[in-house]
């Protein structure tokens, strides 16, 4: 890192005593309402004096009684469901197939050599440049979601996992043969813990990947699912139906991001103590 | 230096081996030949292709696509990005909401703007620089977020005004986090570009719609020509960033 961006821990700023800080969350919460109320409003406003048609500008209200509906009458659920499914299944055999792979070249150099060039030619087409050929090969089907959805979760997570392996420092590992580790030990004890981070990164970018991707697909070629509510949405000109199931995907994404932010501060909880 | 001319062959084993796989696989016509088709067809219809112009004229048109979305995209993204590190009020009024919208997935917007713009160039260009304004709004935002009080409390010390301010000290100090997200846009910007084609606009001319034209005429070769060269732009576009990034960069040193 440069010496010009280190961030210096917070010297300067006053510390506030804890009901204060308690008094600036709640700040904090109140002042990130005006934005979008503002937003809200003009919408409204927009949709009541029909600036737009409402076909292509449905109210809020209706959007959001059209989310009840949908909630309701199963619709919503049920579409639900079967994406996450695909997404976990896929992000699950992508990332297990990329942490393997990012292991095996990790730690043989021999295996790197020969799988690496390779790796990086299929990573180099952007997962949706691979549908129309996979789709001419295994059909529009099940199938062709959950491989497509593990590809963009392989890339990031076997690409950071071997890169996380590599960049363990020399250092480490010379103090580990000092301590007379055995080859196990250094591994799980050194090398993994070390790597973990940047592993951890990689899964996380992979799982944002695969909810691109399960979108991408559901999209282009589909018949259930989120991406199919939108893509069937629009081609009714119900923009209410696109609009709540655009919500759906973004709590979804925004859900899965913060469950994994958590799961790393429980699982990284060690690295705070280094600084 | 010969382990390194080793290491560079051991490389090629595999695509090899896949080649040959395919070469035999399709010359002894173990598979649906239709679907796929011998390596020896995928080269010429890439000659074909290539040289009648239909490929390179797709591909100027995305990149035209590419490009202004990603200008567009990463200007506002840095606008954005700036304004919310330098401002406490604005990174408190907006920053929520920007931080909630960023998690909606990409390609959900496209069916929106497409209602809103048509399907037209209008709401491609657009979907491109949305793709390309995330992540550089997001790293510019840290980048800005990482000048420290002590920086900021020498250029006062030298008289800064507020332009100066910006212009020599926050702007440069926050630039290699800047061109990381300029970087990771342009990666993006060329995802984006040819899923607004493959999902928008079957009649206009671009490389994703000659792959998506591809299938619907079960043309197999054009589809992998067109994977290919999809392909090779990312790999390009990603190797032109690296190097202006290290050049732009340069005066930083090392970054290790």
């Known amino acids: ?275 | 230096m010969k382990s390194i001319r080793e290491t560079d062959l051991r490389g090629f084993v595999l695509p090899v081996a896949f080649l040959v796989l395919w070469y035999v696989v399709t010359a002894l016509q173990l598979v649906n030949t239709k679907l796929i088709v011998p390596p020896g067809a995928v080269l010429d219809s890439a000659w074909k292709v290539v040289t009648s112009g239909q490929l390179l004229g797709g591909l100027q048109a995305s990149l035209t696509r590419d490009i202004a979305g990603f200008a567009a995209g990463s200007a506002a993204g840095i606008l954005l990005g700036l304004l919310l590190g330098i401002s406490r009020w604005a990174e408190r009024l907006i920053g929520p909401t920007f931080h909630t919208l960023k998690q909606i997935s990409l390609f959900a917007w496209l069916p929106l703007l497409s209602t809103w713009l048509g399907t037209g160039e209008a709401a491609k260009i657009l979907f491109v620089a949305l793709s390309a304004f995330y992540p550089v709004a997001l790293s510019t935002f840290e980048g800005v977020r990482g000048v420290t009080r002590a920086q900021v409390e020498v250029a006062r010390v030298l008289g800064f005004n507020r332009w100066q301010l910006v212009s020599r000290l926050i702007l440069p100090a926050a630039s290699p986090q800047i061109a990381t997200g300029l970087h990771l846009a342009l990666l993006y910007a060329w995802l984006a570009t040819i899923g607004a084609e493959y999902l928008l606009g079957s009649s206009a001319q671009g490389i994703g719609n000659v792959v998506i034209r591809g299938k619907a005429t079960f043309h197999v070769e054009l589809i992998i020509v067109g994977m290919l060269l999809i392909g090779l732009v990312g790999m390009v576009l990603n190797r032109l960033a690296s190097l202006v990034e290290s050049r732009v960069l340069h005066w930083r040193g090392p970054v290790h």
Do not use: C
């Open chain 1, 1 to 275: 890192m440069s010496s010009l961006t280190i961030a210096l821990p917070s010297i300067g700023e006053k510390q506030p005593a804890r009901l204060l800080r308690w008094n600036d969350g709640l700040t904090r919460f109140a002042l990130s309402w005006p934005f979008p109320l503002a937003v809200l409003l003009i919408w409204y406003v927009a949709a009541e004096y029909e600036w737009l048609p409402p076909q292509i500008l449905p109210p809020p209200s209706m959007v959001a009684s059209t989310f009840i509906d949908l909630v309701r009458t199963g619709e919503l659920p049920e579409n639900l469901w079967i994406s996450m499914w695909r997404v976990l299944a896929g992000f699950a055999a992508g990332g297990l197939g990329g942490l393997a792979l990012g292991v095996l070249m990790g730690l043989s150099p021999t295996a790197k050599d020969y799988l690496y060039p390779t790796f990086r030619l299929i990573a180099q087409v952007p997962s949706i440049g691979w549908l129309p050929l996979l789709m001419m090969l295994v059909g529009i089907g099940e199938a062709l979601k959950i491989i497509l959805i593990s590809k963009a979760a392989f890339v990031p997570i076997a690409l950071n996992t071997y890169k996380g392996l590599q960049g363990v420092s020399t250092r480490f590992i010379e103090v580990a043969r000092v301590y007379r580790f055995t080859r196990w030990q250094l591994l799980s004890k050194v090398v993994f813990p070390a790597a973990l981070p940047q592993v951890w990164n990689g899964i996380r970018y992979g799982l944002t990947h695969a909810w691109l991707a399960l979108v991408a697909v559901e999209l282009l070629a589909s018949s259930e699912g989120l991406g199919f509510m939108i893509v069937y949405g629009r081609q009714l000109y119900q923009l209410d139906v696109v609009l709540a199931a655009v919500v759906v995907v973004g709590a979804i994404g925004f859900a899965l991001d913060k469950i994994l932010a958590l799961i790393e501060q429980r699982l990284l909880r060690w690295r705070t103590d280094g600084f």
